[in-house]
């Protein structure tokens, strides 16, 4: 089945201390993103990746990194987490040539105490 | 920039009362645009598409039509189902080199029974 994965899909975690949420896609798709979800905010992409070793920042990376060292993978860094990046995180994936689809995991609820 | 305005929510229906919710976007050039949905505790999932002027996208009873001219997208459907309680998404595929999708804020539908 095509899917994008991400784990944990809820977290709980105190300021400062390091996490990482994974996001993993089995359709060998060239570009992936990450979005943070806020009411009334909508989604916000954070990083996108149009391939293997290419990152760039969307609009929100304040606080965040990524890497992409394989295809499939693309996860998501908060070195040291704060409150305000308590959210809804959604990582995204689609063909380079397919730019209308683009597919979603299911999301990680995140918490910063 | 690139922006998207969604009706502010919930929206609350009795099941088979039409279905109107309204989207605006401000873009340079001719954007393609979409609506999402995202049921309880899923990731989004492509509704419609329309990717020039005039054009309607439809799937699963939606319809929406792309008005260049008042710059809208607005999602309709004829008869609701209790299965369509869920938050809609209009968004816009940017023109820019990131191609990203920009997210109006979404609009939580409730349909009761």
């Known amino acids: 089945e095509a899917q994008v994965t991400q784990n944990p899909r809820y977290l709980i975690t105190v300021t400062g201390k390091k996490l990482t949420v994974t996001c993993s896609q089995n359709m060998n798709h060239e570009y992936m993103s990450w979005y943070r979800q806020d009411p009334g905010l909508g989604l916000r992409q954070i990083y996108y990746?149009?391939?293997?070793?290419?990152?760039d920042k969307g609009d929100v990376p304040e606080g965040y990194k990524v890497s992409r060292k394989e295809k499939r993978n693309f996860p998501l860094i908060l070195e040291s987490p704060s409150p305000n990046q308590t959210s809804l995180y959604f990582c995204a994936s689609r063909r380079r040539d397919r730019l209308a689809e683009q597919y979603f995991g299911p999301g990680t609820r995140l918490t910063v105490t | 920039g690139d922006s998207v305005t969604q009706m502010e929510g919930p929206v609350t229906l009795s099941e088979e009362a039409f279905l109107t919710i309204n989207c605006t976007y401000t873009a340079t050039g001719y954007p393609s645009l979409f609506w999402y949905v995202q049921y309880p505790g899923e990731g989004l999932q492509l509704l419609l598409k329309a990717t020039k002027a005039d054009d309607k996208g439809s799937n699963k009873g939606f319809e929406a039509t792309y008005r260049k001219e008042t710059t809208s997208f607005h999602l309709e459907k004829g008869s609701v189902q209790v299965s369509d309680s869920a938050v809609y998404f209009c968004?816009?595929?940017?023109?820019?080199?990131?191609?990203?999708?920009?997210f109006g804020s979404g609009t939580r539908l409730l349909v009761r029974p």
């Open positions: 968004a816009l595929l940017s023109g820019d080199s990131s191609y990203k999708l920009i």
């Open positions: 990746s149009m391939n293997v070793e290419v990152t």
